[in-house]
């Protein structure tokens, strides 16, 4: 399971009854991390009620289903279209009860170990009803729970879970949100008038008029109660693994995740590439969405004219979920057209965020040829993407992805381009502005943060086990 999603938690200061709105509008905002489901969890001074349902926000929930979910605390989640499979019991939040209450979970990322974790559990007599990490997570938490006080059962969670996650929990009146000790995923904290937010993205805190406080740091627990947060620093490590691909691809542009503006980041990778693969054009042009920010800084660094030569069939979900070859490239088709009079007789530079099977590329470079480009020079935001991600992206298996077994000029002449580009690590790195060994690039290296069965693991981080087997604050400095 490959859970690249979206998380909120909400908790009003006064004894509101409205808190559903307010996470149904910050779903909203952070759409774009997850199309398959959506679900709302609120407590209602009693007992935690839960909507869940396949598709958007919008088509999950209405008035009546918002009104019904009554309270001033609660959590919410969308749910990334998967290779994995997509039923209603694999959407979230996920609600557990236990012998002294209930708890719900919302999760984004990718445990590795998940596995073996979930066959221990069977062993022991657990029932799971989902094929998902989120429920093993939540039983593991529960066990621990019983045993120990919050800070400790979160921490005996932490030694056993391995991967990403940024969680956020709802626990009688309180929002929880965690964040791997890496802090492979984001999460970020915010402030309205009316109460806390935890959430994915930044985004989300701007859509309800808020304040953005922070992020949650890697290994710290967060609680909110009654307008007042409590910060617990579980665990500390000497370096963190932001992932890499969210300030690529993943992130909303007009989101500020770990310090960064996703836009900056973005016009900054541009700016790189301009600098690193310059091209013979007399057009800029960025394949939409995702390739925009980043053929602004091209733009601005070559200055060479920036014109939309393709434009978005917004109604059109991502390509990638198409589920075989064939339905892709219609698919392609489907989504993009072009502008005939800003391509006909001119070079272009067609930038794109980055190349994963190259179906893409291929489609829409040989789509501007047919209407009369004379060159096109591609360039791409991202290096090669050559490993697959096991952290919560939902990549492709090393198979599938082109770069893992071609080179760049056997790419090039795969989607047909006069000449391809990608960004370098070390420009990725600096227009990131976040030390190499503080993010993930698994994707792009093949070698991963965490141990992973057959991969390669980052050397300072194979101790991971030990760090957090021993004193907590081993890490700080
Ligand atoms: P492909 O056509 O397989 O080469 O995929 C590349 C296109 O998919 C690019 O235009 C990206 O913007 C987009 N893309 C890259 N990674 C993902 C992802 N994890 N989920 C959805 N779309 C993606």
Not at 85 to 105: F, H, T, W
Not at 341 to 350: A, D, F, M, R, T
Not at 444 to 456: A, H, M, R, S
Request: charge should be neutral; aromatic fraction near 6%; hydrophobic fraction near 40%.
């Amino acid at each position: 399971m490959h859970d690249a999603c979206g998380v909120v938690g909400i908790s009003l200061k006064e004894s509101g009854n409205n808190v559903a709105k307010s996470i149904y509008y910050a779903l909203y905002a952070l759409q774009h991390r997850g199309q398959e489901a959506a679900g709302i969890s609120v407590h209602d001074g009693k007992s935690i009620r839960t909507h869940r349902g396949m598709g958007l926000v919008s088509e999950v929930f209405d008035d009546a289903q918002i009104a019904l979910l009554r309270g001033a605390v609660g959590i919410g989640h969308v749910r990334y279209p998967t290779t994995g499979r997509s039923c209603i019991e694999n959407s979230q939040p996920l609600l557990i009860k236990y012998k002294d209450g209930a708890i719900a979970v919302a999760h984004n990322g990718n445990l590795v170990n998940s596995a073996q974790l979930r066959e221990q559990l069977e062993q022991a007599g657990d029932i799971f009803y989902s094929t998902s990490d989120t429920e093993v997570i939540a039983h593991l938490f529960v066990k621990e729970l019983l045993r120990y006080d919050l800070q400790e059962a979160m921490r005996a969670l932490m030694r056993k879970i391995v991967g990403s996650y940024s969680l956020v929990f709802l626990w009688e009146d309180m929002v929880l949100g965690l964040r791997d000790p890496l802090g492979i995923k984001p999460l970020c904290i915010g402030e309205t008038d009316s109460g806390h937010i935890i959430a994915s993205e930044s985004v989300a805190v701007d859509t309800l008029n808020g304040r953005l406080i922070r992020d949650v740091k890697p290994g710290e627990l967060v609680a909110i109660r009654h307008g007042e947060m409590k910060s617990y620093q579980l665990y500390r490590l000497p370096n963190s693994s932001h992932c890499v691909f969210e300030y690529i691809y993943f992130a909303r542009p007009d989101s500020i995740m770990d310090g960064r503006l996703i836009y900056d980041v973005r016009v900054n990778i541009g700016t790189k590439l301009a600098e690193e693969h310059p091209a013979d054009a007399d057009t800029i042009t960025p394949i939409p969405d995702s390739g925009i920010t980043l053929a602004v800084g091209y733009h601005q660094r070559s200055g060479i004219r920036y014109r939309e030569c393709l434009m978005k069939n917004r109604y059109i979900g991502r390509t990638f979920i198409m589920p075989d070859q064939n339905m892709r490239e219609t698919a392609v088709r489907l989504k993009m057209n072009t502008i005939r009079p800003n391509i006909e007789g001119h070079k272009l530079v067609l930038v794109d965020d980055s190349i994963v099977r190259g179906t893409t590329s291929r489609r829409i470079v040989n789509m501007v040829r047919k209407v009369g480009a004379e060159a096109v020079h591609v360039r791409i935001g991202s290096p090669p993407i050559m490993a697959p991600c096991y952290l919560g992206i939902d990549m492709a298996s090393r198979e599938e992805l082109i770069a893992a077994y071609k080179t760049v000029a056997g790419v090039e002449a795969v989607i047909n381009a006069d000449s391809l580009g990608y960004v370098s690590l070390k420009g990725l790195v600096d227009a990131i502005g976040i030390r190499e060994e503080n993010l993930c690039m698994g994707c792009l290296t093949g070698v991963y943060p965490v141990e992973i069965p057959g991969e390669k693991c980052i050397a300072t981080q194979t101790k991971l086990s030990e760090y957090l087997g021993s004193d907590p604050m081993k890490g700080s400095a």
